[in-house]
């Protein structure tokens, strides 16, 4: 994101509570930087859709900075769920409710499920994933699930230091290691694991720099 498009993207915000993340916001952010309204629709062409995946971009890459600022530590399925939790801390629930709004939107409904791919991408990315094959799409997909049920549970959540969606969270982790757990003793299965591998062997994460914008690989303010 430039710094152009960074500084529009604060200004509109300011805007989305009283007129939520839509044209206007845009326009009203805009007006307060003395930017061109044309030269803000031509930074966000989307409108709300694009302001609300630059806004949830952003809590992407805050949370990949402090992830790989700090020293992994304790089990696995904590790191995931401490992950979610730090992903939460970065974002505001009226800001996050009025983007999901948008989305919500059946033109927008491609963008939403990609933005939470891109949640579920940063946070293995950063934890050390280094799965090459089909098990790249599977963590990703289980873990794109798992944040968009948080995000929900997140934005109702009226409990103490939103205490119950730390709980929800743990809970969904722990669902997701047991699956895992399954995975792993049915490939120790006589034929299982050699069955799966002759299906799934061909299939490989995208190229960093793919021809085609790939899951977990797209460069774009929305």
Do not use: C
């Amino acid at each position: 994101m430039t710094d152009q498009t960074d500084r529009l993207l604060d200004a509109a915000l300011a805007h989305v509570p009283f007129d939520g993340m839509n044209d206007r916001a845009l326009l009203a952010g805009a007006r307060d930087i003395g930017m061109n309204p044309q030269v803000a629709r031509a930074l966000f062409p989307r409108g709300g859709a694009g302001m609300a995946a630059a806004y949830h971009r952003r809590g992407d890459a805050r949370l990949r900075d402090r992830l790989a600022s700090s020293a992994a530590a304790g089990r696995f399925r904590d790191r995931v769920a401490d992950a979610i939790w730090q992903r939460l801390q970065l974002s505001d629930p009226e800001l996050v409710r009025a983007g999901a709004a948008v989305m919500a939107l059946p033109q927008n409904g491609a963008l939403g499920a990609r933005l939470m791919w891109e949640t579920a991408d940063t946070i293995w990315s950063a934890l050390g994933d280094t799965s090459a094959d089909v098990n790249w799409y599977t963590k990703r997909a289980t873990l794109a699930s798992v944040w968009g049920a948080v995000v929900l549970y997140w934005l109702g959540d009226q409990s103490a230091g939103h205490a119950d969606t730390r709980a929800f969270i743990d809970r969904r982790i722990d669902d997701v290691m047991q699956v895992e757990r399954i995975k792993s003793a049915a490939r120790k299965v006589p034929g299982v694991g050699l069955a799966t591998r002759l299906a799934t062997g061909w299939i490989r994460k995208p190229a960093e720099t793919p021809p085609f914008p790939a899951p977990g690989r797209m460069k774009e303010n929305g």
